[in-house]
């Protein structure tokens, strides 16, 4: 195979080839593509993209969307207040909840208010589960339109340049489950991709990602179900010293969020602004 292509003196590179490069010590800069969740626009507008500059990139959908059974509260929100004008909640204990949800901002406003809802989670999921049936917006139909199925990532995982990771069942903090639910989240995920498509599943994207989501109790169970990089989000490139540990690499984040996809941002990242000692002591004073 022809080396991957590079650009701005980057080496877009495929997840399999992190930990021999980093063991390495090349002084190559690469960079890994990486796409959490499973949302169907990784397909319809990322995969074209990264075809054209012949990018390697991985998914890490949950199985849960997959199979369509169940969908991450906020995940359903935010799908849902994409396409309605309004939502009426009728919930058990604060009663009916009506938003007029026509700008992206009275979207967001309506999703923060939802999700800073007191009283048990699984209450305000229910009801909000109910209010996008009345909608017009059911659960299954939105899975259908936001998220990619099985038959969207078996087309996806027969090309080369793309790798197919564990993103969990669930999308469960795992940090908060017992010992047996965790390894299960990672594990049944693994098992249930592995089989459905037919090829090894080597990676895993914690889901949340953040040192309160993922330790060192899901690093050692990523590393002793045969995974061969774990990724989170913390914030940083990664240096040949991560190849001691490849269960918990950091990456850099790109959303619509804040500045997060700003060009000029995110080659700062990507130069190490965030890695360097000078800059936390900055971001430090800045925060503190
Ligand atoms: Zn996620």
Redesign the pocket.
């Known amino acids: 195979m022809n080396s991957p292509p590079s650009y701005d003196r980057w080496r877009f590179v495929a997840l399999d080839e992190i930990p021999d490069r980093l063991k390495s010590k090349s002084r190559e800069r690469f960079l890994a593509l990486t796409l ?2 499973g949302y169907l626009d990784n397909m319809r507008y990322g995969a074209p993209v990264f075809e054209e500059f012949e990018a390697p990139f991985a998914l890490f959908p949950y199985t849960n969307a997959l199979d369509r059974v169940a969908i991450e509260f906020w995940m359903l929100l935010q799908s849902l207040l994409l396409v309605v004008d309004s939502l009426r909640v009728e919930h058990p204990s604060h009663g009916v909840l009506e938003f007029r949800t026509e700008t992206m901002e009275a979207k967001r406003a309506a999703i923060e208010a939802l999700l800073r809802l007191g009283g048990p989670v699984d209450d305000t999921y229910r009801a909000v589960l109910a209010a996008a049936e009345a909608a017009g917006e059911p659960m299954r139909r939105i899975l259908d339109r936001e998220f990619l199925s099985w038959e969207h990532l078996r087309t996806l995982v027969a090309h080369p340049r793309v790798t197919i990771g564990v ?1 969990t069942v669930s ?1 469960a903090d795992l940090a908060t489950l017992s010992d047996e639910g965790c390894y299960r989240e990672i594990s049944e995920a693994k098992t249930k991709l592995e089989l459905e498509l037919g090829t090894r599943i080597r990676h895993i994207a914690y ?2 990602g953040s040192t309160a989501n993922c330790r060192e109790r899901e690093f050692r169970y990523a590393r002793e179900l045969g995974f061969i990089t774990g990724l989170t989000t913390t914030r940083g490139n990664v240096f040949p010293h991560h190849a001691e540990s490849l269960w918990s690499l950091p990456r850099h984040l790109i959303s619509g969020l804040k500045h997060s996809a700003d060009v000029k941002y995110l080659r700062m990242s990507l130069n190490g602004v965030w890695d360097t000692p000078l800059n936390n002591r900055a971001v430090g004073k800045l925060r503190g």
Do not use: G
Request: proline share 17%; hydrophobic share 15%; net charge negative.
């Open positions: 959490d969740d993103h999308h889901p949340l």
